[in-house]
């Protein structure tokens, strides 16, 4: 048998993957009004490689979802149509591409909500106050708790998102249930005090996340369904006092609903930005749980994405710096050619262009 690698083929369900790098999800604040625009068709389409798979930058399911400036929806018909031609490049150059859906909850602001509403969430605890880089203070404000009849309605949301995109041509969805949005603040204890259904012992804590992948499968089927989890990280203030459990649980429910694949976060991305200690094999457990594709992220290399492949320990490796910065990543990592620094300060500006779509190839013919 070959020895499998980043640059073998894998057969993800039903999409023949030429290679197992994948494009993480990643926001990148371009998206005016929340409405993709033509600018996007260029960044997605430098990234797409044939049999490549790609994930979209988080993007709103609802009007209540959208937490930062800048991000996309998929929530209207006009969301739906921008979206068209950006899916249409990726296709267009044999990539396979998935919209991650998003919902921000409690890690909103008055100014992003109807009305200027309080975000909604599992609790009516606000993030903690954050120091940002310049030393300046972030204050969250304090959300509203969903009744339990209200949250229906939230999981609709998601069941809608999904069928838009799929209009929008997208070959599936990636449910975001990871690094302290809506769905994990339902997951994890330390924000979760709910004494309703959907709180208190394991089990209820998730029924939120898995009534959510349940509809999302109904509407679009699950060979066209992934999820993101990070049951390790403490990303807003949202961590977990059982991290393992709660994802071995998760793992193991979600063969019921025969989703094509599992994304998780890697252990040793405990906040943003920050690498602790390689703990890949504490995933394990959920690899071997799980049964259909596996995914792992967390600031790998060229090396570690190897390793942990040839390994076992996954079938794919999203990076997410390192293909924003590389957009040819996979040809770079096939000759192992040197990668281009990426530039922090540009992850989230409004530039159409700069810290964008201007990172350059190896080769300057593949520009577009």
Known sequence: MATKSLLTPYKM????????????PLTRSRAYENIPQPHTILYYSQRTTEGGFLISEATGVSITAHGYARTPGIWNKEQVEAWKPIVDAVHKKGGVFFCQLWHTGRASFLDFQPNGQAPISCTNKPVPPETKSDGTIKEFPAPRSLQTDEIPGIVNDFRVAARNAIE?????????????????????DNVNERRDEYGGSLESRCRF???IVQEVVNEIGGDR?????????????????????????????????DI?????????????????????????????????????????????GEKVVKEGDADLVAYGRLFLANPDLPKRFEINAPLNKYDRSTFYTSNPVIGYTDYPFLDSSNLV
């Open 168 to 188: 929008a041509g997208f070959d599936g969805v990636e449910i975001h249930a990871a690094h302290g949005y809506l769905i994990e603040q339902f997951l994890k």
């Open 209 to 211: 996340a898995l009534e």
């Open 13 to 24: 369900g039903k999409f023949d993957l030429s290679h197992r790098i994948v494009l993480a």
């Open 225 to 257: 369904v992934g999820i993101r989890l990070s049951p390790f990280a403490d990303y807003l203030d949202c961590w977990d006092s059982n991290p393992d459990e709660l994802g071995l649980y998760m793992a193991q429910q979600l063969n019921k609903y």
């Open 260 to 304: 094509l694949y599992c994304h998780m976060v890697d252990p040793r991305m405990k906040i943003s930005s920050e690498r602790q200690e390689n703990t890949t094999r504490r995933l394990l457990p959920m690899r071997e749980a799980f049964k259909g594709s596996f995914i792992v992220a967390g600031g790998y290399d060229r090396e570690e």
